[in-house]
């Protein structure tokens, strides 16, 4: 347990770089820069002026994909992770009426069945046909220039009212540090109970 404990701590601290803020822009000038995530690569050059670049890009996905799609997607993927981090130790105590109780959330697939996971599939996906109007590709995704990656005009609480453009990248920085911390989160907690074989509490 104790070697587990200082696993998961290690790997915390040296995460950490990737969720600070940049704090000062390198000039494009500057050609062979190495990154502040991780020194002994180069510093990626496409995510300059992007919210939450850190210099983060180890496989060079920036140089390969285009950059609103691989934002999109890491939005998307941070926002589902969220919500998973939520519902993963809910899942323990809370249970949806007419649903099987199931302490280990790893199991929760198998109790309700392919066909609920399968309507899962289907409903995410007309929901991304729905949001993107058919453009779910990755070259027609942003066939529009004003598109902005991850905005669905969904904001019902009205927190992006009156907000200045410091005040919009604040909070898109927030959001992404929280995702990104969310996607490690729910992946230890899927390993945890993996490797333990127990709920995670």
Known sequence: MK???FLIASSIVSLTSAFAPSTSSMPSTQLNAMSKSVPFLLAPAKTKGW????EFDPFSFTENFDMKWLREAEIKH???AMLATLGFWQQQWVTLPGMTPV????LAPAVVGASA???I???MGVLEFWTNKGNVTMETMFKDPTRVPGDLGFDP???SVGQSKEGMERMQLREL???RLAMLAIGGMIHHNWVFGEPLF
Request: charged share 15%.
């Open 3 to 5: 070697a587990c404990l």
């Open 51 to 54: 919210v939450g670049d850190v």
């Open 78 to 80: 941070s926002r589902v």
């Open 103 to 106: 302490a280990d959330s790893n």
């Open 117 to 119: 996971m399968l309507q």
């Open 121 to 123: 599939v289907v409903w």
């Open 157 to 159: 609480l009205g927190l």
């Open 177 to 179: 540090k929280n995702g």
